[in-house]
């Protein structure tokens, strides 16, 4: 497994923006796809946007579609959310997650790695 550390979480108003940073440790970088997921209270975890290893695919849950951007910069181990036209919505735990394979992060929850999370709150 790779050890994901979340960070960038925090309070911001509808249509504000955040931008969370998850950086790995412990493996090979690029030898992961990544993703971001999301749990609200009383919810199920879900799928927010996955990234390949080459950071030349990237896939969006619907209801992000347009106002979120997966990114990653592979000299620096991390992997990027920004997130913009924040909604109440949004207001979860994100989490950051690596798998081998790009197809598992779009399809499954049983993934490699998983990090603790990271608060996103959006008052409205």
């Known amino acids: 497994q790779v050890q994901l550390v979340e960070s960038g979480g925090g309070l911001v108003q509808a249509g504000g923006s955040l931008r969370l940073s998850c950086v790995a440790s412990g493996r090979t970088f690029t030898n992961y796809a990544m993703g971001w997921f999301r749990q609200a209270p009383g919810k199920e975890r879900e799928f927010v946007a996955a990234i390949s290893v080459s950071g030349s695919r990237t896939y969006y849950a619907d209801s992000v579609k347009g106002r979120f951007t997966i990114s990653r910069d592979n000299a620096k181990n991390t992997v990027y959310l920004q997130m913009n036209s924040l909604k109440p919505e949004d207001t979860a735990v994100y989490y950051c997650?690596?798998?081998?394979?790009?197809?598992?992060?779009?399809?499954?929850?049983?993934?490699?790695?998983w990090g603790q999370g990271t608060q996103v709150t959006v008052s409205s």
């Open positions: 997650a690596a798998d081998p394979t790009y197809y598992a992060l779009k399809t499954s929850l049983k993934l490699d790695s």
